[in-house]
């Protein structure tokens, strides 16, 4: 049995360093670069400068959606309906979301007990027939919700944008405002289906991405639809009973080919980025073994006794979309990245400054071992701003 003390991974987060609003515009954020086992301080325009020039950089383009939804009762018992994953008519969130009649969701219910029978929402949209829709638990146990509405011609990717609010993180502790719709998207977002932004890439501008254009660094894009589970703090000691959420990744065929051939320094964009990759390069070990379930268990790595190198397993998983004839592979992962995981694929990473007692910070102690207090004790000294909304790092240990 694996155990890890979670009172070794916590820090003091003064409540004035969390950044409740970000800055404008987003490339002049401050930069913490870690390389070579010492600490610099930069702004994030002149990231192209500190990265090596046979880096692969890997964004995750999942676009959040506006996951949180109201319905007023007759009686004025407001409703909030939150969005985590469909289950009907599939479970693979871009078709979901293409679906132009009904679909089903596991959700988050607030004030569940007031919620008995069918809800309708309405919304004017100036034109002859205004916009209903109808929200129907079907599931109590499960939290599952039927939502159907009286536009066919609308995708429920449409509707949720007329009726839904952007669900920022709650430590924010500020209501969403009309700047969110943007300032919480990165600017290559792409496919609906995040409940919570993947922040590494929030300080991206076309500039940056630009600049690494003509520095010759490669870069290219997967699809991590971040849930809520992000946000859930560890609350047990040893910190590997802690419960890891489910998300859905996807990758493209031309993409993997692309990884293979720039394995050598790959840093993902975010900690979603850095989860799917190494993902898939256990996927690939499960189809080494005869495993062609591409679900990650949370501690799948650490059971795990034979070395795979990178290129064994990816052309694992390309010999085996060959095979299916497929040219996109979708998977889940619960992988659980703490002290004492061995990286496979990612040389280093790109990401913000993270909540105490969290999944992302043993993930940051995985990557640069007991440097992670003194990386976030100089961002603290030196009034880096904190979370989602905050400055970013470069750690290259």
Not at 191 to 209: I, Q, R, S, Y
Not at 330 to 351: A, D, M, N, S, V
């Amino acid at each position: 049995m694996i155990t890890l003390d979670l009172d070794k991974y916590t820090y003091h987060l003064p409540d004035e360093r969390i950044a409740r609003f970000p800055v404008e515009p987003r490339d002049v954020s401050k930069l913490l670069v870690y390389k070579d086992s010492l600490i610099s301080e930069d702004r994030f325009y002149n990231l192209a400068a500190h990265l090596p020039k046979e880096s692969f950089l890997v964004f995750n383009n999942t676009k959040v959606i506006p996951a949180r939804l109201y319905f007023q009762k007759e009686s004025g018992a407001l409703i909030e309906i939150f969005l985590l994953n469909p289950v009907a008519p599939s479970t693979v969130i871009s078709q979901v979301m293409e679906t132009r009649d009904t679909c089903t969701w596991a959700c988050m219910i607030g004030n569940k007990k007031r919620l008995k029978g069918r809800l309708t929402g309405k919304y004017s949209v100036h034109t002859k027939d205004d916009l209903e829709l109808v929200a129907e638990l079907v599931d109590n146990e499960k939290n599952y919700v039927q939502f159907t509405w009286n536009n066919p011609e609308l995708t429920f990717a449409e509707i949720v944008r007329f009726f839904g609010q952007i669900p920022l993180p709650p430590y924010l502790k500020r209501e969403t405002e009309e700047k969110d719709y943007d300032t919480y998207q990165t600017v290559y977002s792409k496919n609906d289906g995040a409940v919570a932004a993947p922040t590494a890439g929030l300080h991206f501008t076309e500039k940056v991405l630009f600049d690494l254009v003509t520095n010759d660094i490669e870069y290219d894009f997967i699809t991590l639809h971040v849930g809520a589970g992000t946000f859930q703090p560890i609350k047990v000691q040893n910190v590997v009973e802690h419960q890891m959420h489910s998300e859905q990744i996807v990758f493209e065929k031309d993409f993997i080919k692309k990884l293979l051939a720039n394995r050598a320094f790959v840093i993902p964009v975010g900690t979603t980025s850095m989860r799917s990759l190494e993902s898939l390069y256990w996927f690939g070990v499960k189809l080494l073994e005869g495993n062609e379930t591409f679900f990650i268990e949370k501690l799948f790595p650490y059971q795990w006794q034979n070395e795979v190198s990178i290129e064994a397993s990816l052309q694992a998983v390309l010999n085996y979309m060959d095979l299916k004839n497929i040219e996109q592979l979708i998977g889940e992962t619960e992988i659980f990245i703490f002290p004492g995981y061995q990286f496979r694929i990612c040389k280093g990473i790109i990401t913000n400054f993270h909540q105490p007692d969290s999944t992302l910070i043993l993930l940051v102690a995985a990557l640069v071992g007991d440097n992670w207090r003194t990386i976030y004790d100089f961002a603290l000294e030196n009034n880096f701003r904190f979370l989602s909304y905050g400055d970013s790092s470069l750690l290259i240990p």
